[in-house]
């Protein structure tokens, strides 16, 4: 994405919020606005502050995350070590878009990261979804394949907004579209050839071209 994502890191353990902001650091594209060690700070920061995702453990001083994540209008990441099936599912029902049980290592929650901004990308934008769109963002989110078939109108239409105003490999197109790298290379060779994209040779050290894909104009 070409803004940066803002996260509130909400846990009242300094030394496990430090690991979590690390790992929000080390994910491209997001950065911690701030942390808080209570409900009371969390939404002090909330309204006075955006955020566009909210890390927060369950059991804080003086409240409850799951609760702070249904009452604020921002996505939302649970982080605990509750486990039980009633706790989950509660926390799912408040709308968390993904629940992660501590201890977790931190490329789990990096992984997750890079998932939800692949999602705030196919939901970005002004006009309207189709049904394969929000499929596709579900699918992201969740780490699942997207549901088949896709027609081929709406893969094109996935590789040109992931392509945006920008200039991208076929393997970045179809990381940012949820598409497997062959189908993306196949589709963007076809549309180079109709003149939907326009597509230049850029050389490595190996000397080997590298095929980047923009939209005309551009």
Not at 16 to 29: I, K, R, S
Not at 34 to 51: D, N
Request: glycine share 6%.
């Amino acid at each position: 994405m070409s803004r940066t994502l803002q996260v509130l890191v909400v846990d009242d353990d300094f030394r496990v919020a430090d690991l979590h902001a690390a790992a929000v650091e080390a994910a491209p594209g997001f950065t911690v606005v701030g942390t808080a060690r209570t409900v009371a700070e969390a939404r002090v920061f909330l309204a006075e502050h955006p955020v566009d995702l909210l890390l927060a453990d369950i059991y804080l001083p003086d409240g409850d995350g799951i609760t702070l994540a249904r009452a604020s209008d921002v996505d939302a990441f649970i982080l605990s070590a509750a486990d039980d099936v009633p706790t989950v599912r509660r926390a799912l029902r408040a709308g968390a878009l993904a629940y992660l049980v501590k201890p977790f290592p931190q490329r789990v929650l990096i992984d997750r990261l890079d998932r939800y901004a692949r999602y705030r990308h196919v939901l970005s934008g002004s006009q309207g979804l189709s049904q394969e769109k929000v499929d596709q963002a579900l699918a992201i989110l969740n780490g699942a394949q997207a549901p088949t078939p896709v027609s081929r109108s709406a893969t094109e239409q996935l590789l040109l907004d992931a392509l945006g105003d920008g200039e991208l490999s076929a393997s970045e197109a179809a990381e940012l579209a949820g598409v497997s790298r062959a189908t993306a290379q196949r589709r963007l060779a076809a549309m180079a050839s109709s003149g939907l994209v326009q597509v230049r040779l850029r050389y490595g050290q190996s000397g080997r071209p590298e095929h980047l894909y923009s939209r005309p104009g551009r």
